[in-house]
C-alpha cells in the first residue's frame, strides 16, 4: 500500500506534510480533494480510520462552517457531513493513509509517525520549528 495524502496546494501544513512524505523516500498518491470533491463512503471511512467524526474534522477557520451555521453544538454530524459534501473545504487537512494508519496531520509533524522511515535532517516545519536534527533525530 502506498501513502495517500488528501492534499489542499493553499495550505501550508498541506504543503509541508507532502513536503515530509516526499523527503522520507516515498512517492504519495496526491489527491487535491477541492477539485475532486468527496464522497460520503470515503469520507466515512476515512473519519472511522482516522477516529475523527465530522465535527472533528471540521474546519473551522477559513471555511464557510460559520457562515452555514455549522459551529453550533446543537449541529449533528449528519448536517456537518452533507455541508461537507457540498463544501469539500470545510474538511480538514491533510489527512493522509499509509500502512501505519489514517491520521489528521494537524501538526504536520503528526506524519512521522506513519512513516517507514524518518526524512534525513535538519527538517523544519514552515513556522521555522526544527523536526528533525542533522543527526535525523525527532525532536519534540
Excluded at 480510520?49 to 465535527?55: N, Q, V
Excluded at 489527512?95 to 503528526?110: H, N, Q, W, Y
Aim: a negative charge; hydrophobic letters at 40%.
Amino acid at each position: 500500500m502506498s501513502i495517500v495524502i488528501h492534499h489542499n496546494s493553499d495550505c501550508g501544513t498541506s504543503r509541508n506534510v507532502l513536503a515530509i512524505i516526499e523527503a522520507s523516500g516515498e512517492t504519495p498518491v496526491v489527491i487535491e480533494y477541492l477539485k475532486t470533491g468527496w464522497t460520503r463512503p470515503q469520507l466515512l471511512a476515512l473519519f472511522a480510520a482516522a477516529g475523527l467524526t465530522p465535527r472533528t474534522a471540521l474546519r473551522t477557520t477559513k471555511s464557510p462552517a460559520e457562515d452555514l451555521g455549522l459551529l453550533d453544538p446543537s449541529v449533528d454530524d449528519e448536517t456537518i457531513l452533507a455541508a461537507m459534501l457540498k463544501h469539500p473545504v470545510l474538511v480538514n487537512r491533510p489527512i493522509v493513509c499509509a500502512p501505519k494508519g489514517v491520521r489528521l496531520c494537524r501538526p504536520s509533524e503528526t506524519v512521522l509517525d506513519l512513516l517507514d522511515r524518518l526524512p534525513l535532517g535538519p527538517l523544519w516545519k514552515e513556522d521555522g520549528t526544527l523536526m528533525i536534527d542533522t543527526e535525523g533525530r525527532r525532536l519534540g
